[in-house]
């Protein structure tokens, strides 16, 4: 008979429960029905077919875009005890892991779009014991995606070449045309599409205005301890930043971009997976082959290049549950970068980008939840209140400074639209200088025509603009008009501004789940990095942070009452159980 699903996710994953849509997409394939199951990061996409894989006899395909993913995913599988192996071009083991696949002793079987579309590689399959095909990051096979992989589309005809067998897509992103269209590409009927919710929860969203942005990264680097990303624009800006993060020397910071070495780029990595306490300042490429789960923040030094970017970048972070924070700082350069690149852009393309901007500018603008304009981006109804952005945690207030754009904008134009905003904003508010005298903008209808609180906008109107297209900077520094000028000083436009309540500075270490200086937590976590040291593997892959506080809470002693403590599965329970009831033994 065969062992049942809930007993499966509890001996070997070691998990009390399924979450969210888990067990619909479980059940499905066990059923032998073919699903798109479209879950967001750190949903547990992996155990929707890792289960299946450890339940059914034969062997479990998957096809995964990536070498470094499909290695991370074989090692964890590996922990826990699933018969599992990979055909890449840096596999040396060809031979055995074909004559396991044949013989029916391996339960996953990862492989790449190339490889798996070939015809040597059905010839394999058609002599081995085949239960599923899983294809990891399915949107990958639809154009409409933003990672479009031609080979992913070369797949069908060999899931059609054993219609018996149950296909199962997971993919995080997949707007309605995405979906629609994975569904097709891979033969799957439109009953099969399974969707979870897009929420992430445990993830707090927060986004400034940049503002001294040594000081802001440093603030978060202070209050968040563990492993963390930080996304700059460019390659020199993320060599800067790196260099600037690790000047006290607190705690390791390191680069990671394409200009670099391939030997430096493998080895940042490894160090980034293998520590409890990196920083990594990158360029966005990274951190879409790597799974760590316990990143716990994402910082964009600069704005991203869309929501969906956004959200698939920021939800890097705290993959394993536990808090997490998501903060965004922006300039008003980065949106006029993002419009001159819409120029570049073939003709029939720049509707759509300029969409993107506006988009973005309304996350950022809103004095409402950042989480409620994430979610209804992807058509999902968000909670009335999240209680986990920035906003929800102090409403700013929100008020209407249209007037003060309209002499904003009057003194751009009066100027002659080349000065910067430091002399446009003495000439409002009434300060004579030489410059000033010399050019007669003292005499000027626009001379001091701001007065007391009102000067403290001036700087947040002009971002506002810019956002806006209503200004722009010149080459030489100045500020000039933008397309949308005229219907801003007309007042045909209202410039909204959010306040931003002053932010009372903490110095806490305060994100995470984990208890601070618990002897009994840090003594687990030390052996833990005792044993992933050992194994070559990274500390997540023996145990996340979650399963040594629940060790430390419980004080399991025997094995017994070890096998209990969530995430804690029999293999694991057999390699690590000793090590870590020994150490609390010594409590
Ligand atoms: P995804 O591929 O959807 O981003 P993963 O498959 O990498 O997510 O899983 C994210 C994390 O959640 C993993 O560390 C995994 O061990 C954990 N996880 C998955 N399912 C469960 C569950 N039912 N209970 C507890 N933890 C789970
Ligand atoms: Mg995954």
């Keep these: 008979m065969r062992p049942d699903p809930h007993s499966l996710l509890r001996q070997v994953f070691g998990f009390e429960a399924f979450r969210g849509v888990q067990a619909q997409v479980v059940d499905r394939i066990l059923s ?72 029916g002793e391996l339960d996953l079987l990862y492989v790449a779009p190339e490889r798996a579309s070939g015809d040597g590689f059905r010839a394999l399959l058609e002599r081995s014991p085949i239960s599923l095909f899983a294809i990891d990051e399915a949107h990958c096979v639809s154009e409409w995606g933003h990672d479009f992989r031609p080979d992913y589309r070369l797949l069908r005809p060999l899931l059609d070449a054993f219609p018996s067998v149950p296909r199962l897509a997971l993919t995080a992103t997949a707007d309605r045309h995405t979906r ?28 400034q205005p940049r503002d001294g942005m040594g000081q802001q990264i440093g603030d978060i680097l202070a209050e968040h301890a563990g492993p963390g990303i930080v996304y700059a624009q460019t390659r020199a800006a993320t060599e800067q930043l790196a260099e600037a993060l690790g000047k006290d020397g607190k705690r390791p910071v390191l680069p990671y971009h394409a200009g670099l070495d391939p030997e430096t780029r493998a080895a940042n990595q490894a160090a980034f997976l293998a520590s409890e306490e990196m920083v990594m300042v990158a360029t966005v490429a990274f951190g879409m082959g790597i799974d760590k789960p316990d990143v716990r923040f994402v910082v964009h030094a600069g704005l991203p290049k869309s929501i969906e970017s956004y959200y698939q970048e920021s939800g890097r972070a705290g993959r394993d549950g536990d808090p997490a ?36 500018g309304a996350l950022v603008e809103t004095a409402g939840c950042r989480r409620a304009v994430l979610l209804r981006h992807f058509d999902e109804d968000p909670p009335p209140f999240c209680g986990n952005c920035d906003n929800c945690l102090s409403p700013p207030a929100s008020i209407d400074a249209t007037l003060t754009a309209q002499k904003l904008l009057s003194a751009v134009h009066r100027t002659g639209q080349s000065f910067g905003l430091a002399h446009l904003e003495a000439v409002l508010t009434g300060k004579t200088n030489d410059r000033i005298v010399q050019r007669g903008h003292d005499a000027l209808s626009v001379f001091g025509i701001v007065e007391g609180e009102e000067a403290a906008l001036l700087k947040p109107v002009a971002r506002a603009l810019m956002v806006h297209d209503a200004l722009e900077t010149t080459e030489h520094g100045g500020i000039a008009f933008g397309p949308a000028a005229r219907g801003y000083l007309k007042g045909e436009h209202k410039i909204e501004l959010v306040l931003t309540p002053k932010k009372e500075r903490r110095r806490r270490r305060d994100t995470g789940a984990n208890p601070i200086d618990d002897p009994i937590f840090e003594a687990l976590r030390e052996c833990r990095r005792d044993l992933a040291k050992e194994a070559g593997v990274p500390p997540y892959v023996i145990f996340h942070d979650s399963t040594l506080r629940d060790m430390a809470a419980i004080r399991p002693k025997s094995l017994r009452d070890m096998a209990l403590v969530s995430g804690v599965g029999i293999r694991k329970l057999e390699a690590y159980g000793d090590a870590f009831l020994a150490v609390l033994r010594q409590f």
């Design 325 to 360: 924070i998501a903060t965004l700082l922006w300039g008003p350069e980065d949106f006029m970068r993002a419009r001159q690149r819409i120029a570049e852009v073939e003709p029939a393309r720049q509707a759509g980008e300029r969409a993107r901007i506006t988009a973005l």
């Design 32 to 103: 032998g029905a073919h699903t798109l199951a479209i879950m967001p990061t750190g949903a547990g996409k992996s155990l929707c077919y890792q289960l299946p894989a450890v339940a059914l006899p034969g062997c479990c395909v998957v096809v995964s875009p990536l070498i470094a993913l499909m290695h991370d995913q074989l090692r964890a599988a590996r922990t826990l005890g699933i018969r599992a192996a990979s055909l890449t071009s840096v596999d040396a083991d060809w031979r055995e892991t074909q004559d396991r696949l044949v013989a």
């Design 180 to 207: 629609e269209d994975i569904l097709a590409q891979l033969g799957i009927a439109a009953e099969g599409l399974v969707i979870s919710g897009f929420d992430r929860p445990n993830i707090r969203y927060a986004i």
